[in-house]
């Protein structure tokens, strides 16, 4: 690429992403309510909240997907508009019509339709690179398939690669893990790590409060305002996740009780055999 | 009229070959154009869209009092879009959904039209005759003028879809990643939108609003089930329509008083049929075989995997069990029989004595494979 990611002058003093006073409404109903949050670069956030709690909005507000009725969004210090070669973006797999008749190729290439930018058809090197983000996510064999042919995680992980191949600095992935097989979700997994390794910052709309804390460093919690946003360890705490989820969370606690309400990240991320363990209410946090 | 006569007469004759050169114009461009409308789900926004362009013709008439091409379908443009943007408005401001306010403008804007063509019909302006044929299409009305004009305007519908065409593969495919790339998704909405409401346009006098959306959806479905690649299907989809367009329209010059619009759409409409039983894969010829082959094989292992069960029961391996045994264990499935029969074929099984059968050595090799197999899939 002659076009490389131009990087401001001052990148290192921005945080990735800085939201101020975000409101957004669908006609009179705000969905989110002036939030604030700042992402500092290199790292894995997650964003959790019930249903409802505006975090795929949140996302789209970041991308300039929705308008939003107050507040601004910064990506790098600068208007999203100026900053669109430095994110990259995982629509929720549901968004599109997999019967569309295209090839798993096509699609990871259309991660350079910006680059490429008005009229210019994707080429040798688009091909390459497309090929190379399949076989990251494990998908080499299937680069000519029809997509239709391809099941709910293999679907998850050819949009992951076309966001790959957007070789942005700041991923955002809107519920990457919903619905996903055993193989998808350890190779998105070991994708995250690559990218935080390589120093870039992924954001991702998470719905399993119990591997929060084995995925991720950092963790939004979102329900409509924002709660809490911090190091897992500070914010991840049974006190937030109650005022996230309102009444919604039932705690379970066997064994040990370790007392304290910072003792939930603990719990879970020393012993991982989940002597502390969070689940939703699944009768009332099922997706509708 | 023998096939020689005919394309003679093809390349010879005015009439004739002014309709087919026409009719294939329209097929290509409304085919093309249609696979877009049909991959966003827009086929019924076709209909409104020609249904809409009736009082655009006959208001354009009665302004230049001619029935040159280029103003009546300026005229067919500018109503065809402003049908469309009245539904895009109703569904924006008001709480009517989609499906009421695409029925709602469709027959109001075609109500209009048909009220003026009755007017224009009683003035007495002899110039207004023919009018009426863009109701139901007049192939035979064709001139080599309407053709030129189809074909500059087609063509440059079909030049701006190939410029723009990874573009509107974005737009069609993923919408909101398009727009998070950088691309203006709604003005690339209004070029492709423009674009089919030309391809409507082109086909009107041919064709008719009344029929016109067939040639743009019809085409392109019949194209989707022969093809997974978007390029093969928009091709094949062009070539569907202007084979049904040319067949059509030569038909009905040749036939008196049969409508063109109609006639080309039974074309079409037997190309559907053709292809939505036989085309491989997503054909329903096709599936059905597909199923057939499944179940039998699903039979065949069930009694397979019965008979294994039965003979692990026994400390004898050649102890025989009866069919009727069989067929209790497979309740409600039937073809116990024709599944033995084929075991037997294939050397996995034998009858011992009249409804005794015993599963030979392969057979029994196979349904320990079978069990293996499905103890995997279960972990």
Redesign the interface.
């Known amino acids: 690429m002659t076009d490389p990611v131009e990087k401001h002058p001052n990148e290192e003093n921005f945080p990735a992403i800085s939201v101020a006073d975000l409101t957004v409404a669908y006609q009179d109903k705000p969905v989110l309510w002036d939030v604030d949050l700042e992402v500092p670069a290199g790292i894995l956030l997650a964003i959790v909240g019930p249903n409802g709690a505006g975090k795929t909005t949140l996302i ?1 507000a970041v ?3 929705v308008s939003p009725a107050a507040g601004q969004v910064l990506i790098y210090g600068r208007p999203y ?1 100026e900053q ?1 070669r430095m ?1 990259g ?1 995982v ?1 929720q797999r549901g ?3 997999w019967d ?4 798993v190729l ?2 990871v290439m ?2 350079r ?2 680059s ?1 930018g ?5 080429g040798r090197q688009e091909h390459a690179l497309a090929l190379e983000a399949l076989e990251k996510v494990g998908m080499l064999p299937f680069a000519d398939r ?1 997509i ?1 042919q391809l099941s709910g995680g293999q679907q998850q992980r050819v949009f992951l690669a ?1 966001a790959l191949v ?1 070789d942005a600095q700041i991923y955002l992935m809107d519920e990457p893990f919903q619905g996903v097989d055993a193989t998808t979700e350890r190779a998105i997994v070991t994708l995250l790590q690559a990218l935080r390794k390589d120093g870039k910052t992924v954001v991702v709309v998470h719905h399993d409060l119990q591997t929060v804390s084995e995925y991720f460093d950092w963790v939004t919690l979102l329900n409509v305002r924002r709660v809490a946003s911090g190091p897992v360890g500070q914010v991840f705490t049974e006190q937030n996740l109650r005022q996230t989820y309102g009444g919604r969370v039932a705690f379970l606690r066997n064994g040990a009780d370790e007392g304290g309400n910072g003792g939930l990240h603990a719990g879970v991320a020393k012993d991982g055999t989940g002597s502390t363990s969070i689940i939703p209410d699944p009768g009332r946090t099922e997706r509708s | 009229m023998d096939i020689g006569t005919l394309l003679h007469d093809l390349i010879f004759d005015y009439t004739l070959r002014t309709v087919a050169l026409g009719a294939g114009v329209l097929g290509i461009v409304s085919g093309a154009l249609g696979s877009f409308a049909v ?1 966003r789900r827009q086929s019924l926004l076709g209909d409104a869209m020609s249904h809409a362009a009736l009082p655009g013709i006959v208001i354009s008439f009665l302004i230049t009092r001619s029935k040159a091409p280029l103003p009546l379908m300026l005229g067919a443009l500018v109503a065809g879009w402003l049908g469309t943007l009245a539904i895009m408005s109703i569904v924006r401001t008001t709480r009517i959904k989609y499906d009421s306010a695409l029925g709602f403008v469709l027959s109001v804007f075609f109500g209009a039209g048909l009220m003026l063509l009755t007017f224009v019909q009683r003035l007495p302006d002899a110039r207004q005759a023919g009018l009426d044929t863009f109701l139901f299409g007049q192939a035979a009305a064709l001139l080599q003028r309407d053709v030129i004009t189809m074909s500059i305007l087609g063509g440059a519908a079909i030049c701006i879809l190939a ?5 509107f ?2 737009l ?3 919408i ?8 203006p998704m709604r003005l690339l909405d209004i070029l492709l939108t423009t674009l089919i409401v030309v391809a409507i346009v082109i086909g009107l006098q041919a064709v008719g609003v009344v029929l016109m959306s067939a040639m743009l959806v019809a085409p392109a479905a019949a194209a ?1 089930q022969w ?4 390029g ?2 928009v091709a094949i989809s062009a070539a569907f329509g202007s084979l049904a367009g040319v067949v059509g329209a030569v038909m009905s010059s040749m036939v008196p008083r049969l409508s063109t619009g109609p006639t080309i759409v039974l074309c079409i409409s037997a190309v559907v049929l053709f292809s939505l039983l036989l085309a491989p894969n997503r054909g329903l010829v096709w599936n059905w075989a597909r199923h057939q082959r499944n179940r039998r094989k699903l039979r065949l292992e069930a009694v397979l995997s019965d008979l294994y069960v039965l003979a692990s029961q026994h400390e004898d391996q050649d102890h025989s069990h009866s069919i009727a045994v069989l067929k209790a264990m497979n309740r409600g499935q039937g073809g116990v029989k024709r599944s033995l029969d084929e075991m037997e074929a294939r050397g996995w099984a034998r009858q011992v004595q009249p409804q005794e059968w015993v599963l030979t050595s392969s057979g029994r090799e196979e349904a320990s494979r079978l069990h293996q197999d499905q103890e995997e899939v279960e972990r």
């Open positions: 789209k991308l300039g997907l508009a669109r994110v973006y629509p968004s599109v019509d569309f008749p295209t090839s096509d699609v259309m991660g339709y910006g490429l008005w009229i210019k058809r994707p029809q239709s076309r957007q | 991959l410029l723009f065409w990874k573009e593969k974005l069609s495919f993923d909101e990643f398009g727009a998070s790339v950088g691309f989707r093809t997974d690649r978007l093969l299907m």
